[in-house]
C-alpha cells in the first residue's frame, strides 16, 4: 500500500541552525501538508501547498519556514535558523486532489531537536 | 476556547469493555476525522465521515452534525487498542485539519 515517508527520522541540531525536512508524499498526489506537534501538545497545522504553491498557512508559520517541491517527488520544509522552541515532531501529509473526500495521509514524522 | 474539544482526556478500560470517545466541534467542518497515535508518535487515519456513521471491525465512529458531535467506540477493547486517539475536523473552506488534544486510552489485561 502506498504510504507517506519522511527523512530523517530524527533530527538534532544547534540553536540558529538551518534545517531541512524531507517528505515524499503518495504518488499522484497534489495537495500537501506540513503539522508539528509540541511534546505534549496537540497537533497543529503549519501549511498547506498545491500546484507549486502555498494554498493555505498558520500564523506559526513565519518568514523562518519555507516549503518547496524541488521536483517530482520530494517536499521539503526548511527552518532557516532555528530556535528552541522549534523542537517537535513534523508531519507530512499528502492528499489525493481527485477524490472529493481529500483525506490525508500522514507520514511516520520527524522528530525535531534543538539544543 | 479550542475548536475542538475530545473527552475523556485519559480513559483506562479493562479488556473486552466498550469504550467512548467524544468529540465536539465548534466551527463548519466538511469532514471529521478520527486517528490513532501510537508510542513513538506515528498517526494513522482510522476514519473519515461528514454523515452518519462507520464500521471497521471493532471500531464504530458516528457523527452528528446539526449537534456537532461525533463519537468513536470500540468494541471488545483489547491491550493492543492502547493509544491516544485524536478527532480532527476539516474546516469547511480549506483542507486543513483541526486538531483535538486527543483521549490517552489504555486497555489493561
Known amino acids: 500500500e502506498p504510504e507517506v515517508t519522511q527523512t530523517p527520522s530524527h533530527q538534532v541540531t544547534q540553536m540558529g541552525q538551518e534545517v531541512i525536512l524531507r517528505c515524499v508524499p503518495i504518488s499522484n498526489h497534489l495537495y500537501f501538508y506540513w503539522y508539528r506537534q509540541i511534546l505534549g501538545q496537540k497537533v497543529e497545522f503549519l501549511v498547506s501547498?498545491?500546484?507549486?504553491?502555498?494554498?493555505?498557512k498558520s500564523e506559526i508559520f513565519d518568514d523562518q519556514f519555507s516549503v518547496e517541491r524541488p521536483d517530482g517527488s520530494n517536499f521539503t520544509l526548511k527552518i532557516r535558523s532555528t530556535k528552541l522552541e522549534d523542537s517537535a515532531m513534523y508531519f507530512c501529509?499528502?492528499?489525493?486532489?481527485?477524490?472529493?473526500?481529500?483525506?490525508?495521509?500522514f507520514g511516520p514524522g520527524t522528530r525535531l531537536t534543538v539544543t | 476556547k479550542n475548536e475542538v474539544e475530545q473527552s475523556p482526556q485519559n480513559l483506562t478500560a479493562q479488556e473486552g469493555e466498550f469504550i467512548t470517545i467524544n468529540c465536539s466541534y465548534s466551527?463548519?467542518?466538511?469532514?471529521l476525522h478520527w486517528l490513532q497515535q501510537h508510542p513513538g508518535g506515528g498517526i494513522v487515519s482510522l476514519f473519515m465521515?461528514?454523515?452518519g456513521k462507520k464500521k471497521h471491525g471493532r471500531l464504530i465512529a458516528t457523527i452528528n452534525i446539526q449537534e456537532k458531535h461525533s463519537s468513536l467506540h470500540i468494541t471488545a477493547s483489547h491491550p493492543r487498542d492502547s493509544a491516544v486517539y485524536i478527532c480532527?475536523?476539516?474546516?469547511?473552506?480549506?483542507?486543513?485539519?483541526?486538531f483535538g488534544t486527543g483521549t490517552l486510552l489504555a486497555v489493561q489485561p
Open positions: 480532527a475536523v476539516r474546516s469547511g473552506a480549506t483542507n486543513k485539519l483541526i
Open positions: 501547498f498545491y500546484n507549486n504553491e502555498i494554498s493555505e
Open positions: 465521515l461528514s454523515s
Open positions: 466551527v463548519g467542518i466538511s469532514a
Open positions: 501529509a499528502s492528499s489525493d486532489t481527485r477524490l472529493s473526500s481529500y483525506e490525508q495521509y
